[in-house]
């Protein structure tokens, strides 16, 4: 038996017990018909996300392209399409044949696949937690894993990681939006060699997988993404504005226009000259973002009575957090941002849930109350929490 560690919150860590000859993914049901199921019950937001973007489809189950990852992460609403495709064996065998080595990821990896890859839902809720959690939880579990202490695990012992991190997000994220019924899942267990499994482990599956690689793996891949959303307001320049920076982050919170508005009006009025974010700056503070839990433990405990903070108690936090130093413009910007009254002072309760939506990028339950004061009542329940 083994106390496997995984973790959904920063220092908040989760543990299960896992025998490893019982470890198995857990038997779903096939989608079958596109709008079928969708019928029988109410799907939890991440299932709507992965079977709106989901475009292909193999032996009566529903997968999603690495592009089809991207998009969802991304956009609003999935490419225009009129149906999914189905996937011969050839083809499939086809994608498995093409697949790169993980010697060969870089930044760029997704986006050079496009639409020759497999991704199910199991490793698509994985791939989420990769970009909105921060590295030390998967540091913890690989090593939990990792029997010899060779800083290796080989298929199985990564499905064994998969099935933890995807079936904790599945549970939590049922819980906190929509009520399921137990046991109606997206996908079945059967045999496909997915991109995301061949990519680690070889054509053969008989490879071994390096904390290290992995490491690079998830760097990677918040990089990726993180040029998608940089590069749609840069328009090919090395930098944003600091009120695209504001947009970028407010784009998936629930502030209603009014207020949304006012936020970047404000912004605006602040601004005694635009120098610009870089995308060093921009990462540095998104994957900042997935410290988020650890960043309000590290406050609670330096204010005590959660009082609001500084620029520089801000800088030494976030340093604390991630071992990295935001730099001084981008700090000033986001206390410009949040800032409401202008008195230097950030109420950091408040900047946690709205960047927390960000994090999330929509998918979490809120309240149906609108503008501030749905506001006050998610920071309410944040607190009580």
Known sequence: MYAIAGFFGGSTFIYFLVNPERVKLKRLQTLGDEHLDEKKRELAPREKRFTKFSSVEFDGQVYMTPQDFLDSVVESEPKPRLKRRKLTEQEVDTIRVS???????????????????????????????????????????????????????????????????????????????????????????????????????????????????????????????????FGEFSKGSNMITELDFARILLRYTFLNTEDYDKILDRLYLRLEEEKGISFQEFKDFCQFLNNLDDFQIAMRMYTLADKPITQDEFARAVYICTGKQLTSHIIQTVFQIFDEDGDGLLSYQEFVMMMKDRVNRGLKHHSRQEGWTGFKHCIRQEMRN
Not at 103 to 131: A, H, M, P, Q
């Open 99 to 229: 697949t790169p080595s993980i010697l060969s990821n870089d930044s760029n990896l997704f986006r050079s696949l496009g639409w020759k890859g497999l991704i199910s839902y199991s490793e698509y809720l994985f791939l989420l937690t990769v970009l909105t959690k921060p590295t030390s939880g998967f540091r913890i579990a690989f090593a939990m894993l990792d029997q010899d202490g060779n800083q290796n695990i080989d298929k199985a012992e990564f499905k064994t990681l998969e099935t933890i991190f995807s079936s904790a997000a599945r549970e939590k994220n049922s819980g906190e939006d929509e009520v399921v019924d137990s046991g109606d899942f997206l996908q079945k267990d059967h045999e496909v060699d997915t991109t995301l499994l061949v990519h680690f482990f070889g054509k053969r599956g008989d490879g071994g997988l390096k904390y290290q690689d992995f490491f690079t793996f998830m760097d990677n891949l918040q990089t990726e993404v993180l040029h998608m959303e």
